[in-house]
């Protein structure tokens, strides 16, 4: 089996193992960064969200294999754009980080969000962060957040 | 037993391991990757040789045929299938309210049906519309019912030197239509119970009537006996049809668990079409 | 910098480390040569152990159990009393019971030989439910019953000439079911060894439970052992007792095996393996005279507690002194029974006890105001307790109740009144409303019997660190200490540290839970910064605070009489829903809560607690279902046990009332599970008024529904 090279944070990669490990996995161990959670490893809670060609996924149901030549965009290669830094800083304003483990897979979703609908409606929030289950917050203040960045990040989307 | 596990380029190369080694189709792996998973660190491990079709192309989009159908390559996504206008509203809808946005950004129809859950979200409104499924291997081609396909829960009739490489749906005309999902709760839920139902009526008269039921048995649950009774009928004989049809199709399903919920709920939602249907409103989707 | 003032808006101190995905929670530790580990469990509800096979172990691998502990050991973890068993040995109490722990460097080779694991039992009937266990027909798991635990409180006359002279005796059960905390960090320890000494590194809501519990494992001391909290992905109750669980089997292993060890559950573990909230069945029989008014209640409390005590009886106290929730009837008396089952041990959960019977309470009335012909909001209110009022420990309300007041916020933002009135019973639209508060802090005089919590301030130069053994969970306590010793001290948050606890530098400020960390131990540093503000001319200083009981107010445990809680939080929600007749499936239009919590420490904090265990509440009530008939739990997995997401339940309106505590730090009550305590209730009114049923037990989702429609 040859190696699996993809994107990860817009630098070039290579896998060389086995194609079914989950990409979760590979993200943790392989390449040691953490920002990416486990909540449930099946796919419905949303914690390891990450950017696959520019769409969200759940990174504990795809298996390395499938993302050849792919461009994996996780919370490290997002926190440090203006785009995520606009999240992260909103996020904080806005009070939506209580235990923070569901968080940087919100932050992924509302990027997601955000990349194709820059003024998104309360309603448009709530239906992009439907997948990303929180068990602190209520959502109110993760919904408020994600209005605050769109709006303190006017252009950058 | 470690199995070989492959990553096929076209889907000659996919055929061909198909054949020689019976290797299992991976598309989205939003079932298979949850089924044989073994924990966090740990590779999944399946019972069988696995080849992961994420590369091939070739079956992926949606095309509009000259005859009107529209023929859903197998590793199209659900996210895909919600947003394209050329899918019929039944289909669309389902793939709407399947999961949520990252689990439809990944989960493919061909995986949908090949999986043949009873909770599965597709099948439902694909049987509804006399859906059929492309099944290719390396000799042959043959296209069935996603109905004939689908023979039980988990359960399809796929060879084992076959791959799902379509599904094409035909160009089924309806005045009014419904459809409806309950889940297990408002968004990322897994099915409880679906229906969807269509009448078509042409000079007053009902040409086409359908209803199929999702989640309310091993598998999706139509009844073309059923339907035929109120084929050439008008509009205002529904009422006096509609208890035997309501009768006849809470026989077609058979739910084990949460079955007196799931049968009076069926019949609630049918009754209601119907009666909505029997008024002559205007056309299109009922709420 | 600036001084940080207590009304100021801030962000909390830990919120874009945890957005950049920066913090580091127990799962993303790696230590040098790390060893990774399973629990071996019973897979049976109830028998003797016939025989273990263990696999044939490679090299670096091994299976540790009870013959495991050294003489000088016993097999007990401490949480209150000591009868959870680190491992099953002889036999087994419940599906789930750690057997041993298998240890090595592969995760692979360690699911492996899990699955190659081969135990024989001898079976032996489970008790299961409530119910089973009051039918006491299979050998029983205490003395005689099944009644692991009971207590009594009364107040009144002797209720049964109460209930004899009564024109009516209104009867009804209502149960509630499993509750799981879905913390989203599931439950994860390291056990290793650093300057000769045991770590724990644990994702924990009380460190100083933990050494203790599990220090007679290897006949230590509690100081003995170090135990260091790392940033901890939600608790809610979760993580208060029950990482004991995996730090005993932890320890064992890292005192024999002496490398860094690590045991993480995986989602499906921390379902079926973990604590739940207590099922209840709580039965009454009120009497009314003619007009439909309560004379007095005879309450029966029932708790499923599971295999082994752990925090139970406390549970079911504080179950019992809240079974009359926010009313004040002329007589009253509840009995209280913890049942023994088969199943995992039940334990802490947001509430600890309160939410059940409060629960029970309002949904009571609710239907007696219904079969008089009141409409429950002015039926209740008849029946609000006041400041001064006996409580059914013969203590009294000590703080203006504003329930009347809160009542008056909610009714009007949701217009309760006209709508209560339109839609009725069985409109499909309904309007409920529910009322309920939360005693803060430890029972009696607890906090000074039994708990004592210390704090330490330290000055260095222009830094103030404060060291207490209290956790951020989530709950926002990092932040709002911070704040309150910042704002005393008149100095910016910045220049106050206060980090995640180590047993080995902090004093025992006591556990974080029973909503007592902003009451009690914000008040230590409330104290201590009013102390380090004479000695702010020193370079180098140090005060130590230790709690100290207000007096007047006096407690006997031995007879649980006296003043229970000297602060409760007070609730009022609204919840307004329209119902599908068609599916019963449930859209909820409307939130309207008030809290009292003395005073908000952190406007965006409360905000989010209110937000969180609202959604939590109705959660409990409209889909978290949780069955277990046979011993082993139905649901395993966030697909088939499901909580609110984001489009479940609307954006919600919330209020609070001005009603400073005099020993809280600037006026702050507790308020962490009072949040949880009351809107399930409210949302039953409405669905009940929706359809024009009847419900007595929760969770009621659309299938449940079914069966209460005619």
């Known amino acids: 089996m040859s190696m699996i090279e993809f994107k990860l944070n817009g630098k070039p990669v290579a896998f060389d193992g086995n194609p079914l490990k989950r990409l979760l996995d590979v993200i943790r161990d392989d390449f040691g960064i953490t920002g990416t959670k486990e909540g449930c490893g099946e796919g ?90 929180c068990r602190c917050t209520g959502y109110d203040l993760i919904v408020e957040s994600i209005l605050l960045a769109s709006k303190k990040g006017e252009g950058l989307w | 037993m470690v199995n070989e596990t492959y990553i096929p380029s076209t889907l000659e190369e996919a055929l061909k391991l198909r054949a020689e080694v019976h290797a299992m189709p991976l598309a989205g792996g939003s079932d298979l990757m949850v089924q044989y998973r073994r924990g966090t660190g740990v590779v999944p491990e399946f019972p069988f040789p696995v080849m992961i079709m994420s590369s091939l192309n070739e079956l992926k989009g949606i095309k509009k045929e000259e005859d009107g159908s529209v023929l859903i390559g197998a590793l199209t996504t659900s996210a895909e299938i919600a947003s394209c206008e050329d899918v019929p509203f039944f289909v669309r809808k389902a793939a709407s309210l399947m999961g949520a946005i990252s689990l439809r950004n990944s989960a493919t129809i061909g995986g949908n049906l090949g999986n043949a859950s009873p909770k599965g979200d597709l099948p439902q409104p694909l049987i509804l519309l006399d859906a059929t499924v492309v099944l290719q291997s390396i000799n042959s081609t043959r296209e069935i019912l996603v109905d004939e396909f689908i023979k039980g829960s988990k359960k399809t009739a796929l060879a084992d030197d076959e791959i799902i490489t379509a599904i094409r749906i035909p160009n089924v005309k309806y005045t009014y239509g419904y459809y409806r999902k309950i889940g297990t709760r408002k968004a990322n839920a897994i099915s409880k119970l679906s ?43 529904i009422p006096a049809l509609k208890e035997d049809i309501l009768n006849t199709h809470d026989q077609t399903i058979s739910p084990r668990a949460m079955a007196t919920w799931r049968r009076n709920s069926t019949r609630r939602m049918l009754d209601y079409f119907l009666s909505e249907v029997a008024k002559g409103g205007d056309e299109g989707i009922i709420q | 910098m600036s001084v940080t003032h207590i009304d100021d808006k801030i962000k909390r101190v830990d919120a874009v480390e945890k957005a950049r995905g ?36 490679p090299d670096g691998y091994y299976f540790i159990s009870a013959k495991d502990i050294p003489e000088n050991g016993k097999n007990a973890l401490k949480m209150i009393a000591d009868d959870w068993r680190c491992f099953a040995d002889g036999d087994v109490k419940y599906v789930g019971e750690t057997i041993g722990i298998l240890v090595g460097s592969d995760r692979g080779v360690l699911d492996k030989l899990y699955k190659e694991f081969e135990i024989t039992y001898t079976e032996e009937t489970p008790v299961v439910t409530i119910d089973d266990a009051i039918k006491n027909e299979a050998a029983p798991l205490c003395k005689e019953n099944n009644i692991m635990c009971s207590l009594v409180s009364d107040k009144g006359e002797d209720i049964n000439e109460v209930l004899s002279k009564a024109a009516e005796v209104i009867e009804e059960t209502i149960e509630t079911g499993f509750q799981e905390h879905v ?37 230590l001391n509690p100081e003995d052992i170090v135990v260091k909290q790392t940033v901890t992905g939600g608790a809610f109750g979760g993580k208060e007792h029950f990482p004991d669980v995996l730090a005993g089997p932890l320890l064992l292993a890292e005192s024999i095996i002496k490398k860094p060890i690590q045991l993480s559950f995986d989602r499906e573990e921390d379902m079926l393996y973990s604590v739940k909230r207590h099922p209840s069945k709580i039965m009454f029989r009120t009497g009314v005279d003619r007009d439909g008014n309560i004379l007095g209640s005879d309450i029966k409390v029932y708790y499923n507690c599971g295999a082994y005590l752990s925090s139970s009886y406390v549970v079911l106290q504080r179950g019992v002194f809240h079974a009359n929730g926010v009313y004040n009837f002329p007589s009253t008396r509840i009995e209280g029974y913890g049942m023994a089952t088969n199943t995992f041990p039940s334990c802490a959960f947001r509430g600890f006890g309160a939410p059940q019977t409060i629960f029970a309470i309002e949904t009571h009335l609710d239907h007696i105001a ?33 329930l009347p007041e809160m009542m008056e916020q909610i009714t009007s933002a949701s217009d309760y009144y006209r709508k209560s009135a339109e839609y009725g019973y069985g409109s499909g639209r309904g ?84 909503s007592r960390s902003t009451m009690i131990v914000g008040n230590l540093g409330y104290r201590a910064a009013l102390l380090m503000k004479e000695k702010m001319n020193e370079e180098h200083a140090e005060v130590e605070v230790q709690y100290e009981h207000p007096e007047g107010h006096p407690w006997d445990q031995s007879t649980f009489k006296g003043d229970a809680y000297l ?36 406007e965006l904090i409360v905000h989010g607690q209110v937000n969180g265990g609202v959604m939590q509440s109705l959660g409990y009530a409209a889909m978290e279902k949780m069955e277990n008939t046979t011993g082993h739990f139905k649901q395993s997995s966030m697909s ?62 659309v299938e449940d529904i079914e069966g209460l429609r005619r």
């Open chain 3, 431 to 514: 309007i409920g409303i529910s009322f309920y508060n939360h005693g803060g802090a430890f029972t009696g005089n607890g906090e000074q019997a039994i708990i004592k919590g210390r704090l330490k301030l330290v000055k260095d130069g222009d830094k103030f660190t404060v060291l207490c053994g209290q956790t951020e969970m989530g709950q926002g306590f990092r932040t709002a200490l911070r704040k309150i010793v910042a704002s005393t001290l008149e100095v910016g948050m910045d220049e106050v540290v206060f980090d995640a606890p180590n047993t080995d530098l902090v004093p025992d400020s006591g556990p974080t839970a029973a």
């Open chain 2, 195 to 237: 229906l969807s139902a269509l009448i078509y009526v042409e000079d007053g008269i009902i040409k086409d009537f359908r209803v199929s039921s999702g989640a309310a048995g091993p598998k999706v649950a139509r009844n073309k006996a059923n339907e035929a009774k109120l084929i050439g009928k008008k509009l205002e004989d």
């Open chain 1, 44 to 133: 419905e809670c949303g914690a390891c969200s990450v950017l696959k060609d520019g769409k969200l996924v759940t990174s504990c149901i795809i298996p390395v294999g499938a993302v050849g030549g792919c461009e994996i965009i996780t919370i490290e290669g997002l926190r440090d754009t203006p785009q995520g830094k606009c999240l992260v800083e909103s996020f904080a304003e806005g009070g939506a980080v209580q235990c923070g483990f569901c968080i940087p897979g919100m932050v992924m979703a509302a990027e997601a969000l955000l990349m194709n609908n820059p003024h998104p409606t309360e309603a448009d929030i709530r239906l992009a962060i439907s997948g990303n289950i």
């Open chain 3, 567 to 602: 602060g409760y939080g007070w609730g009022a929600a609204c919840v307004e829903v329209e119902v599908d007749k068609l599916t019963n499936e449930v859209t909820v239009k409307g939130v309207w809560t008030s809290h009292d919590i003395g005073k908000p420490i952190d």
């Open chain 3, 22 to 57: 920066e913090a580091i929670y127990l799962a993303d530790l790696k230590f040098d040569s790390m060893l990774y580990s399973r629990l071996i469990r019973s897979t049976i509800a109830r028998g003797r152990i016939d025989r273990i096979k263990v696999p044939s172990l």
């Open chain 3, 370 to 402: 219904r079969k008089f012909g009141y409409d429950p909001a002015i039926y209740k209110k008849k029946y609000f307790l006041k400041k001064g009022d006996e409580t059914v420990t013969e203590g009294h309300i000590i703080e203006d109740v504003k």
């Open chain 3, 183 to 219: 913390h989203l960090e599931t439950n994860g320890a390291i056990a290793t060894i650093e300057d000769g000494r045991y770590v724990i590194y644990a994702s924990a809501q009380c460190p100083f439970y933990i050494r203790k519990s599990i220090c007679g494992l290897l006949g």
């Open chain 3, 640 to 701: 088939d046990y499901v909580i609110p997401t984001s489009m479940d339940f609307p954006k919600q309106e919330y209020f609070f009332v001005d009603n400073p505590y005099p020993w809280g730090p600037f006026g702050a009550k507790g308020m962490g599970e009072l949040v949880f305590n009351g809107t399930d209730a409210a949302y039953v009114d409405a669905v009940e008024r929706a359809l024009g049923i009847t419900c007595t037990k929760i969770p009621i989702p």
